[in-house]
């Protein structure tokens, strides 16, 4: 390439760039692209006055899913008006100034930084936000350039064929846009559709778990259905060797099947909650703190988390120690020596055990439901005793009564004089009489 030519090419350009800069028609556009951000601006604060749900900020912990999307919404309520503008200006300045060059460029920016903003605002994982960005800001360039249908042209041409297959560079990037899209929407749908269930007071803690269950396999099921018409995958050729499948998958993840059909027994029947403390057969035991669609989980009193599938609830025999009432009782045994004053005994026992913060008892209180000691049995050191009381939840390790009532028990009987008896043996050596 030669001097002159570049040289005549920089001059080319530069009368193209100042006859541009003299017409009347490049201000007006500019004029009207202030204008539209300006009226844009006006309106979207007076949106956001009239209706506070879309201007004040929610509280990020209490406030409801769908306030914090309406307070989104309303962030982009300004970029939106403005597009809208802008768009009803194009056809305005292509009529009455016979030509929208500009406007068009800042309509094309506009919609180019609202699709940012909304994969910056609303989608919460790096990784699908980053994918957007890479992939859909070029696309919606693309688009709104006109250049869209010659990229598709090229991308078509370039294909392989596997049998009856054939498989185009446009096709895999379609399935791979579209998929993440859809999943990200699922996701997102299933999480705030949940969210919502789940905080609605006039509903019970069983229906809510049953809806939002309902719920995340619908979301899933219309995902998966329209993914496959994205692959462009006949439904009805699908529906031909589907009951086949199905009896194949029956056999395969039945206990999966059995599983969630479990989970919904288990919410219908009422025979778990959130919070109950329970038992299973093999000894394993804690408080429920979630129930699933595959098992339910289990935190016992060191912190662990057991997970128990849903058909040992069904096919197994558990205890749920707090499902109908949270009031528990409790023995604590002990032992005194035999010539104790059992029956003042008694009396100081209770009055001990009643004192604990955690132990049901006074005045008002049912007899049944006091302290009471009593003798176990008569055994070989001295009288067997226990004590009996009713607490609010479990002794599982992070109450720990039991242990402390021993400790205040043993206290009690050295203060008042009472002996804790211990095993003795009496030895006899007998010698014989002829020695």
């Not at 909304?118 to 350039?145: C, E, M, Q, S, W």
């Not at 939840?393 to 109450?399: L, P, R």
Request: glycine share 8%; hydrophobic share 45%; net charge negative.
């Amino acid at each position: 390439m030669s001097p002159k030519y570049l040289q005549d090419l920089i001059t080319d350009y530069s009368q193209q760039i100042i006859g541009v800069l003299t017409k009347p028609e490049t201000y007006i556009q500019l004029g009207i692209i202030l204008t539209v951000y300006a009226a844009a601006y006006f309106i979207a604060n007076r949106f956001r006055r009239y209706f506070s749900v879309l201007g004040e900020t929610p509280d990020p912990i209490n406030a409801l899913p769908h306030r914090v999307l309406l307070f989104k919404f309303g962030n982009t309520l300004f970029p939106l008006l403005a597009i809208l503008l802008l768009r009803m200006s194009v056809d305005l300045g292509q009529t009455a100034l016979k030509e929208g060059w500009l406007l068009e460029t800042a309509l094309t920016v506009a919609l180019l930084l609202l699709f940012n903003s909304v994969i910056t605002d609303f989608i919460k994982n790096k990784t699908a936000g980053r994918f957007l960005k890479i992939i859909g800001l070029p696309i919606l360039f693309l688009h709104l350039t006109g250049l869209l249908d010659h990229v598709i042209l090229v991308l078509e041409s370039i294909s392989i064929t596997l049998g009856n297959i054939n498989v185009t560079a446009f096709g895999v990037l379609r399935v791979a846009l579209f998929g993440t899209l859809l999943f990200w929407m699922g996701r997102a749908s299933n999480n705030t559709g949940k969210e919502i269930i789940r905080r609605q007071a006039n509903l019970d803690f069983r229906t809510k778990e049953l809806a939002a269950k309902i719920f995340e396999v619908a979301v899933y099921v219309i995902v998966f259905l329209l993914l496959l018409q994205v692959m462009d995958i006949n439904l009805t050729a699908l529906a031909v060797f589907g009951g086949a499948l199905g009896v194949g998958l029956g056999f395969g993840l039945q206990s999966i099947a059995s599983n969630f059909i479990s989970g919904v027994i288990i919410l219908l029947d009422r025979s778990l909650s959130l919070g109950d403390y329970v038992e299973m057969e093999d000894g394993k035991s804690g408080i429920v703190r979630e129930l699933n669609l595959r098992s339910t989980t289990l935190e016992t009193f060191d912190g662990k988390d057991i997970m128990v599938p849903n058909e040992k609830f069904i096919a197994s025999t558990f205890t749920n120690w707090t499902h109908k009432n949270k009031k528990q009782r409790y023995r604590v045994d002990f032992s005194v020596a035999y010539h104790t004053d059992i029956r003042n005994l008694v009396e100081i026992i209770k009055e001990t055990v009643s004192i604990h913060p955690q132990v049901i008892s006074g005045n008002h209180i049912p007899i049944e439901e006091r302290p009471d000691c009593e003798i176990a049995s008569f055994g070989d050191s001295g009288v067997n005793m226990f004590v009996e009381f009713w607490m609010e939840g479990i002794d599982d390790g992070q109450n720990r009564v039991g242990g402390d009532l021993l400790l205040a028990i043993f206290e009690a009987m050295r203060d008042n004089g009472f002996e804790i008896p211990f095993p003795q043996r009496e030895v006899r050596i007998l010698q014989d009489g002829g020695d």
